[in-house]
């Protein structure tokens, strides 16, 4: 069992910058790929950014360029670095677990975190 705890947000102003982070309980962080969702009022969960074992990326089309996923094995711990926040980008923000290798659909993962609110304004 993984369990994940989400931090970080809040409320940023259009065009400003944020880092949520996950911290994960468990002894073998290494093995897991982990990934970033969102989900926006009255909208589907939707894929964010995943990071490997080896810290191979994937980026949805939405946020590349601006947001930057990376993780400390040591600490056990995966952040979601923002840049040049648009207000499209307000969602409650995810991060999630599975074995080994990235995935971008939310059936794919075992272990979600409760999630932390992200507001951008305009």
């Not at 910058?17 to 982990?34: E, G, I, K, P, V």
């Not at 969960?45 to 947001?67: L, M, P, Q, W």
């Amino acid at each position: 069992q993984v369990q994940l705890a989400e931090s970080g947000g809040g409320l940023v102003q259009a065009g400003g910058s944020l880092t949520l982070s996950c911290a994960a309980s468990t002894r073998t962080f290494s093995n897991y790929a982990m990934g970033w969702f969102r989900q926006a009022p009255g909208k589907e969960r939707e894929f964010v950014g995943a990071i490997n074992s080896r810290s191979n990326t994937v980026y949805a089309d939405s946020v590349k360029g601006r947001f930057t996923i990376f993780r400390d094995n040591a600490k056990n711990t995966v952040s979601l670095s923002m840049n040049s926040l648009k207000p499209e980008d307000t969602a409650v923000y995810y991060c999630a677990a599975r074995l080994f290798n990235i995935a971008t659909i939310t059936s794919n993962y075992n272990y979600w975190g409760q999630g932390t609110q992200v507001t951008v304004s305009s």
